[in-house]
Every structure is written in C-alpha cells, then in structure tokens.
C-alpha cells in the first residue's frame, strides 16, 4: 500500500468509494469489479509493486553497479487504462521505458529489436526526453501474462543500463555523457563538436 496507506484507505476496499473517480462503487456493474472487497484496479496497482519492490507504480527506477540511480534509463512505467470502467471493452495497459535522450531510445529499440514499441518525445521541460512504448492486454485474466512482462521489462532495464554506457561515449574524448549528437554514424560531445568548430572554422571563411 505504501506511504500514502492513510489515503487509500479513504477507498475501495476499505470503504465504498471508487480509487478512480471518488464515487460510490457500482459493484458488478463496474468491468474492475472482481467480487466481494476485490478492485482489479487495485490489484494492477499491487501487481506492479510486487513484480518491481516499489511504491511507485508510474515511475520505477533503478541503480547501476555502484548504487547510483540511472540516468540514461530514467525509468520504467505503466498506465493502467481505467477511463472506461463501465465499459465493455478489455483493459489495457502502456508500458513505457523512459530514456534521458531521443538518440538513446533510438539506439535501444534498434539494439534490443523492440519493432513493436514507438518512440515518441517527452521534453516537456525543454530537454530530450524519449519514451519507448508498447501497449498490452491487461485484463483480470490477463495477470499471469502481465507478470511474465514485467519480468522481462525488469531483465530488459538491466541490459539497458549496460548498454547505455557503451553507446553514450564520445568516440573522440572517449568520455561518457547521455548529451551527444551524431555526425555519419559518429557520435561526438558537445566540447568536442566545439574543439571541431574552432579549429577548422578559419578554412570557411
């Protein structure tokens, strides 16, 4: 249940309030719905924590070999689709592994052969924030598949942390550093891309 335990307990289960809109729970009449003091809501969410030894569902981080928190791989996190509770159709769930650069998260579907997985941008705050991102199934029926995911997403972060720090070095300084740009296939830092500038600037001009 985590640190905030004091306010789910304001919902279902615990009391008759839906964890999704605050409304009083429509029981069967709900696709979420599992039974008596059951929410399949809840159980993702418990799922999710289980499978990853975290509170945080949305964001779930890791540590490299030394016990620093990533920075090439920002993240794993999953949204679990509940917009349509009375619906009819299947729950589904997004799978994003967040990485600290559109360049990076290129390189990795390209290295790990994730075809099926989109690239889309997420520098709201003005950096090069990539996401890749798969949607799956994940229906009640679905949990065995789902833990099986998960477990392959965690394997998968674990080779990504590895591989980041063979991709994101300076092919001139040798220099580790997730900010590089790509000239012809070679990757340079931004000090070294500036070294290039100067002392070759004097032949355009």
Known sequence: ???????????????????????????SNCKLFLGEKRCWCIEFDNLVRTAFNSEDVNYIHFKDEEGHFTEGLRHLSFYFDHSEKLGKEP??????????????ALKVKE??????????S????????????????????????????FKMLESLAKQII???????NCALCKEHGW??????????????????????????L
């Open 1 to 27: 249940m985590g640190k905030h335990k004091d306010v789910y307990r304001n919902y279902f289960p615990y009391t008759e309030c839906c964890p999704i809109d605050g409304k009083k729970c429509v029981d």
């Open 91 to 104: 729950s589904r769930m997004e799978a994003r592994i967040g990485c600290n650069s559109y360049r990076l």
């Open 111 to 120: 290295k790990f052969k994730l075809n099926d997985w989109e690239v889309t």
């Open 122 to 149: 997420v520098n709201e705050d003005g950096g090069d924030d990539a996401d890749l991102i798969k949607t799956y199934a994940a229906d009640s029926k679905d949990r065995n598949e789902l833990v099986e995911i």
């Open 162 to 168: 590895v591989y980041e720090k063979e991709v994101n």
């Open 179 to 204: 900010s590089l740009n790509e000239y012809v296939g070679v990757a340079i830092c931004a000090g070294c891309e500036n070294r290039i500038i100067i002392e070759n600037i004097a032949k355009y």
